[in-house]
């Protein structure tokens, strides 16, 4: 599995992600500008073969026009800091999987 981690997500997250999920970059660690607009992610994610993590809801927008590739996970947990980030991923990991492996190409962790 390869996740790419939006600008909202800690950076610090991608070690441990990586132990769970398989790789994990940051978006700030790619080629794109700094800050990307959502629409180069999309489209870097997409060429690249990355599901997204975002709290970011203009990717629910560019999911309902485009569909995916790239798949989607949205946090819709308000403003939480790294350690419950990490936390509520990891406990989401069983569905964070099944996204990867199914049809469907969104999930929301509320």
């Avoid at 790619?30 to 975002?54: F, M, S, V």
Wanted: charged residues 25%; contains cysteine.
């Amino acid at each position: 599995m390869k996740l790419l981690l939006d600008a909202n997500i800690s950076w610090r997250l991608t070690s441990v992600l990586s132990e769970h999920f398989g790789e994990c970059i940051h978006v700030n660690k790619t080629d794109l500008p700094n800050p990307a607009k959502d629409t180069e992610i999309w489209n870097y994610a997409a060429a690249n073969g990355y599901t997204i993590i975002t709290q970011d809801s203009d990717f629910l927008h560019l999911f309902e026009v485009k569909r995916f590739p790239p798949k989607v996970i949205l946090l819709r947990v308000g403003n939480i800091d790294r350690k419950t980030t990490e936390k509520i991923l990891l406990q989401a990991k069983a569905s964070i999987l099944h996204l990867e492996n199914g049809d469907d190409g969104l999930l929301e962790i509320i």
